[in-house]
């Protein structure tokens, strides 16, 4: 093993090598914005987490929300977060961003690759993450619009 390598995953805390959103761990902290660049958390008393990491999610997201009034997930302790890294920069400023300032509802927004690389995902579904308290309790992938729409109580 490289000598620099070792080193520092010697200097390194074992929660750092560790898989950021696994049960019974807190979930980790993001600095990050909104579609409107202000800035974007997940608050204390979040219990549920809905994150899209690909386009066909991100859709699924939209129809399940948009008929939705205004602060509906707040109203179930829940955000939304889109990982739109791996669009393109060009594509996500002139489409994609533009399109989000649209929504009566709030998203959070991850530019850079590396802040969620660790989080679970599959192609085409929605992760839910249910949280407790900051911790996480479980995560499922939702890829239906009965299945999002039973999460957060609208069947």
Not at 73 to 90: E, N, Q
Not at 110 to 117: D, H, I, N
């Amino acid at each position: 093993m490289n000598k620099l390598l070792l080193t520092l995953c010697l200097a390194c805390p074992l929660w750092a090598l560790a898989d950021p959103v696994k049960p019974g761990q807190p979930l980790p902290a993001l600095t990050l914005q909104n579609q409107h660049d202000q800035a974007w958390r997940i608050a204390p008393d979040t219990q549920l987490v809905l994150f899209a990491a690909g386009r066909k999610a991100s859709n699924l997201m939209q129809t399940v929300l948009a008929p939705q009034p205004k602060g509906f997930l707040a109203g179930r302790h829940a955000v939304y977060l889109a990982d739109m890294s791996k669009m393109p920069g060009f594509i996500t400023r002139t489409f994609a961003l533009p399109s989000l300032r649209e929504l009566n509802f709030e998203v959070g927004v991850s530019l850079e690759g590396k802040t969620l690389a660790d989080w679970p995902r599959q192609d085409d579904a929605v992760t839910l993450i249910r949280l407790d308290q900051g911790r996480v309790v479980s995560h499922e992938y939702l890829t239906t619009e009965a299945q999002l729409k039973a999460a957060l109580g609208l069947l």
